[in-house]
């Protein structure tokens, strides 16, 4: 049965225009839901459930003006269209509703769909890590084992005569382990997930998942604390792209760029980067956390060119703040919300900075001394200046061109805009991470991805 078989989709449209406004539109969202966490060797919560609601927006004098409900019924969007309606000024030019043509998302290949495994099989996905983290070495003495999935039928109708409807399906889970020597505590974490389906676990187990974490968090404990000081950084691709993402794209998010929120607002053209740097949004490489063929607004997804040889090429655009941008911008397919209780807004999707054409291993021998960051983990940005911290998970010393001993506590601390002016050497590997973003009180899935980085110069904090 279609998301949209209980009313009629023009009929709410027009409704929702009928005190004046230049764009509208309905968001249909029927999501399969999931979630188990495994902590102190057992299940401490279990959540499943179907979640099915709609909701409105008109878009007026570039304000928004929106509304949602669960009840999917003609009165009921009749109802809500009604009260978006009057939010709108009086004497408002009226958008018009053009002639509907549907289109639907072929979608990626799923060969296990998670809404068709039994509860009892995800169980046992963090069963089987715990158990696993537990047995790669005594010392570790905490695991936390989460498993979530969404299946989440979609159908975006708007004024503009555009119908989309789109199934998106994915999971994610991780393990984190703790390991004690002593009064030294060390952490791993591993995640493992995308647009896909559970035959990911056939090539990628959860035990290989949770050993991951646990070796991660053992091997910390031997490591000496880390040297602070103005030194040399190679970030590896398997550090993913979290200062990509948090420090640089943020910033890239048109919303934030327009309101003179972001260090590269009123910068298109500037050369912000090392002409080694190009980095790029895209949300169409199959199976990655933050891909679909659609955004949630039905835009299509894209890849999206931010930043080319140092150069500011442009923003990740919703359709407001396209509007709002004028000059003939468009969505680049960036208009993301978590579910129909939220209004979309500009957010990131697969975010990278592109490889080069230098082996990893020959940035790493260009160093006599440094830091290597093989894992980074959480940190702060000020999207208005560009600054953060951020905290390196695992970390070794460089010592003539190799990679030695592990260190702990380590920080990174810079500007994103400086940083990317100094990177000197990028590789020819690229390696991807996983997360849920979050901004304005709604997360999104996403990726993010780098090569191995050469950072000549940043400021490290010591460990403890």
């Not at 640089?248 to 048109?254: M, S, Y």
């Amino acid at each position: 049965m279609s998301l949209c078989s209980g009313f009629e989709p023009e009929a709410v449209l027009k409704t929702a225009l009928a005190h004046g406004g230049e764009f509208a539109d309905i968001f249909v969202e029927e999501a399969v839901k999931t979630n188990i966490t495994f902590e102190d060797k057992k299940i401490e919560k279990v959540i499943t459930g179907i979640d099915r609601g709609c909701g409105i927006r008109v878009i007026a004098g570039l304000k928004t003006f929106y509304a949602y409900t669960n009840e999917i019924s003609a009165p009921s969007l009749k109802g809500l269209a009604e009260v978006v309606a009057k939010g709108v000024a009086e004497g408002t030019s009226a958008g018009t509703v053009r002639k509907m043509i549907q289109q639907r998302a072929p979608g990626f290949e799923i060969k296990n769909n998670p809404s068709e495994a039994a509860l009892a099989e995800k169980a046992d996905f963090v069963v089987r890590a715990d158990k696993a983290a537990r047995g790669f070495d005594n010392r570790i003495v905490q695991v936390k084992a989460l498993y979530g999935d969404v299946s989440r039928k979609l159908a975006m109708i708007n004024s503009l005569g555009q119908w989309v409807e789109e199934e998106k399906t994915g999971f994610v889970f991780f393990t984190s382990a703790i390991a004690a020597d002593g009064d030294v505590l060390q952490t791993g974490y591993e995640p493992l997930g995308g647009a896909m389906g559970l035959e990911a676990f056939i090539t990628t187990p959860p035990e290989e998942v949770a050993i991951r974490a646990a070796k991660r968090a053992v091997q910390m404990l031997g490591a000496e604390r880390a040297p602070a000081g103005t030194m040399a950084v190679v970030l590896s691709s398997e550090a993913g792209g979290t200062m990509i993402h948090e420090a640089v794209g943020h910033g890239l998010e048109a919303d934030l760029a327009l309101a003179g929120l972001s260090v590269y607002s009123d910068r298109v053209g500037e050369t912000v980067a090392s002409p080694l740097i190009t980095v790029i949004d895209d949300g169409t490489i199959p199976f990655k956390r933050g891909s679909a063929f659609f955004d949630e607004e039905g835009s299509p997804t894209q890849k999206t060119v931010l930043i080319e040889n140092g150069v500011l090429k442009g923003y990740m655009y919703d359709r407001l703040s396209a509007m709002k941008a004028g000059g003939g911008a468009k969505s680049t397919g960036n208009g993301r919300r978590q579910s129909y209780r939220y209004k979309p807004i500009p957010r990131m999707t697969n975010t990278m900075i592109a490889p080069g054409h230098t082996r990893p291993e020959e940035i790493v021998s260009s160093l006599e001394k440094g830091l290597f960051v093989k894992k980074m983990g959480g940190g702060q940005v000020n999207t208005v200046n560009g600054d953060f911290v951020f905290e390196v998970t695992e970390g070794f010393i460089i010592e003539k061109g190799k990679i030695g001993v592990p260190v702990r506590g380590a920080t990174l601390t810079g500007n994103g805009p400086e940083i990317l002016q100094k990177i000197d050497m990028v590789g020819s590997d690229l390696g991807f991470a996983i997360g849920t973003c979050g901004k304005d009180a709604q997360g999104v899935p996403v990726a993010d991805a780098q090569p191995t980085l050469r950072i000549p110069e940043i400021t490290v904090g010591g460990g403890i």
